[in-house]
């Protein structure tokens, strides 16, 4: 079956901003989020608020198609200070 006439239709994208804190004991911990973003620009202006009270703050994207359990690979948008390794 071809998709030929079909309206190309956008691949969903799942957007993500993450912040980080230091415990007692020095390691990272997950102080806010994630959350989901409905746009990459929203998604960046949200880290850059978050990057002066936190430790760390990123904010990614991916094409996701959730139903299917794909997932496409991240793509940082914004990083500020300490953050894990994404994997």
């Known amino acids: 079956m071809s998709d030929h006439g079909r309206p190309s239709q956008k691949?969903?994208?799942l957007i993500?901003?993450?912040a980080f804190d230091r415990g007692e004991d020095g390691e990272?911990?997950?102080a806010y989020g994630p959350t989901d973003q409905?746009?990459?620009e929203r998604a960046?202006?949200?880290a850059k608020a978050l990057a002066s009270t936190h430790v760390g703050v990123i904010a990614?994207?991916?094409d996701a198609d959730p139903a299917l359990g794909d997932y496409g690979p991240p793509t940082t948008l914004f990083v500020s200070g300490d953050v894990p390794d994404m994997e």
């Open 44 to 46: 960046i202006r949200m």
């Open 11 to 13: 691949k969903p994208k």
């Open 16 to 18: 993500v901003v993450v």
């Open 38 to 40: 409905q746009s990459e």
């Open 28 to 30: 990272l911990f997950t």
């Open 60 to 62: 990614w994207s991916r």
